[in-house]
């Protein structure tokens, strides 16, 4: 479907028309508008032998220009249609994504970034540390929105995965100070286009960008969304195969069992299995398991330890059986229940 009726390219053709040569040249070339990549200043100011000053003002001049001119008033309707659109979707959204909304091909996309400079409907904000490059319509809009997605970036930690109707909750829940027709889930999908801080995983989680099971580095961030999405504990195989089917990663089982036991995010639970730690098992062998239950909870009977040690780890009764008839780490008092020695 397309999101805009008009053509792109005749509208720009129109707007240009009363631009003298070198003019002409200059705004094409920097903006792209004939095919090529978008040119610097130097480059355009090498060309013509003069300073990226001096091309610099002669692009401004240009767009003052053509502002005023008959050529752009007559193409008001078109533009108006782009303020509408963007409007449309919440009124603010990141420069990149709208024009890939927009138009596929890269051309049309550099006509679509003139009409946002040259038309005084839109302001564009530069690139900052929280941000990506970002148009609007209106000011006071954006900048609460900003507002709002600072605070939701600060309450935003690495242990946050959220689904779309959380994100889109958790966000509106900052935009408190926002007009009520802007308070709307649908235009959470333009405005976390801004956002830097936030990015979606591989199986439509949102958490914290810089987050292990956000931006996946290797195999054991792999490994925790496939545990993660599973719910309970797997087998190193079991997760180095699932890795491959969800996310087409090939994944050796022997590296897959070497990353998780070295990473606190999982506890093996049994020969080769592996939780989540999140999940409330506690690390370490069988034994361990036991001394941390007994500190925890007091002397406990041989059948109430072994019902708690078997919720954590997959091992045989008797291995549990066998670890307390180890004096040397736990023992009996009067009324037969074991504590730690």
Known sequence: MNTISFKPKQTTKKILSGLNDRAYDVIVSRFGLEGDTPKTLKAIGERYDITRERVRQIEGAALN?????????????NLAELKDYIES???????????????????????????????????????????????????????????????????LCDDHMLSDDDLAQ?????????????????????????SKHVVCNLLGEWGKASAPHIRLKGIKDYAYL????HGSPLHFTEVAKSIGSTFGRKTNTATCHNELIKDRRFVIVGRGKYALTE?????????????????????????????????????????????????KYFRKNREGLFNVA
């Open 65 to 77: 220009a053509l502002r005023k001119s008959d050529s752009f008033k007559a193409e008001q309707n």
């Open 89 to 155: 979707i919440g009124s603010v959204v990141a420069v990149e994504d709208l024009l890939k909304q927009l138009a596929k091909d890269e051309e049309a996309q550099n006509h679509f970034r003139f009409y946002l400079v040259l038309s005084p409907d839109f302001t564009l904000r530069e690139e900052d540390d929280d941000f990506k490059e970002r148009v609007f319509v209106d000011e006071s809009i954006a900048d609460g929105i900003e507002s709002g997605f600072e605070k939701f970036h600060a309450w």
């Open 170 to 194: 958790q966000v509106l829940n900052n935009l408190k100070d926002l007009p009520a027709e802007y308070r709307k889930k649908e235009f959470i999908k333009s405005w976390i286009t801004i």
């Open 226 to 229: 496939v545990l993660r999405r």
């Open 279 to 327: 999940w409330g098992y506690r690390p370490g062998v069988v034994r361990e398991v036991i001394s941390e239950l007994l500190k925890k909870e007091g002397p406990l009977s041989r059948e109430d330890i072994i019902d708690s040690v078997l919720k954590e780890r997959f091992v045989e009764k008797n291995t549990i059986i066998v670890n307390l008839q180890n004096p």
